[in-house]
């Protein structure tokens, strides 16, 4: 499968615990993306990183969570002490060295509950 | 800011019918404007993507149109079937690497 792989695909933890996901782009794949969807609603952007270099980040990304993306290949989310409001399906995306303008590539996404 | 509308937010039809889905963005300042699928909790499956200097692009029974000057983009269903039920969204892609996304239309094929 040369697609993008999330892994997991469901995680149900409790209020206060840190969770962790991951992205595997496309191997050629050198921008990577993670993005947030609410029930109801749109993705929304959260980060994004050329290579290992994380060059945008949304104000949604508040300071409970952090992404890396070591050596430019997989790359992980973070949420720390989760709050019920981050219950959401967490979405990667990848794309070619021309950036968005080559369109993307989504995985299955992670569905975040937190209970 | 760009915004990214699309109305109605869900569609009924019986099967074979020809279906039009709308898509309105505000900033007409777009590189390009991408249609997505996605089954119910599911990730996004790529369906048409349209650069700003091209008018359609089409695959096999979908057609995705774009009028940049008016800031619309059409997905258009030939002969609708059960299986394109699901949930359709509208992204543009602008100035910065990140996609803006509507809320999607729930689309449901009666068969």
């Known amino acids: 499968d040369t697609g993008v792989s999330q892994d997991p695909r469901h995680k149900i933890t409790k209020r206060g615990q840190n969770v962790t996901f991951r992205c595997d782009p496309i191997?050629?794949?050198?921008?990577l993306y993670w993005y947030r969807q609410t029930l109801g609603q749109g993705p929304e952007f959260l980060t994004y990183f050329q290579n290992e270099a994380q060059l945008e980040k949304s104000r949604l990304l508040s300071d409970r969570f952090s992404a890396e993306r070591p050596k430019g290949s997989f790359s992980t989310l973070e949420i720390q002490r989760t709050e019920q409001g981050d219950s959401a399906m967490y979405l990667c995306?990848?794309?070619?060295?021309?950036?968005?303008?080559?369109?993307?590539?989504f995985g299955s996404g992670t569905r975040l509950t937190v209970v | 800011k760009q915004e990214v509308t699309q109305i109605p937010a869900a569609l009924s039809v019986p099967e074979g019918e020809n279906l039009v889905l709308n898509c309105s963005f505000t900033?007409?300042?777009?590189?390009?404007l991408q249609w997505f699928r996605q089954d119910p909790g599911k990730g996004l499956t790529s369906l048409l993507l349209?650069?700003?200097?091209?008018r359609e692009q089409t695959s096999g029974r979908l057609n995705a149109s774009l009028d940049k000057s008016s800031g619309r983009s059409t997905l258009y269903i030939a002969a609708s079937q059960p299986g394109d039920s699901a949930t359709y969204l509208c992204a543009v892609g602008g100035g910065s690497e990140k996609l803006v996304f509507g809320k999607g239309m729930k689309l449901t094929v009666n068969p």
């Open positions: 349209i650069q700003s200097s091209q």
């Open positions: 900033d007409s300042a777009i590189y390009n």
């Open positions: 995306a990848s794309t070619t060295r021309g950036g968005v303008g080559y369109g993307y590539t």
């Open positions: 191997s050629e794949h050198n921008r």
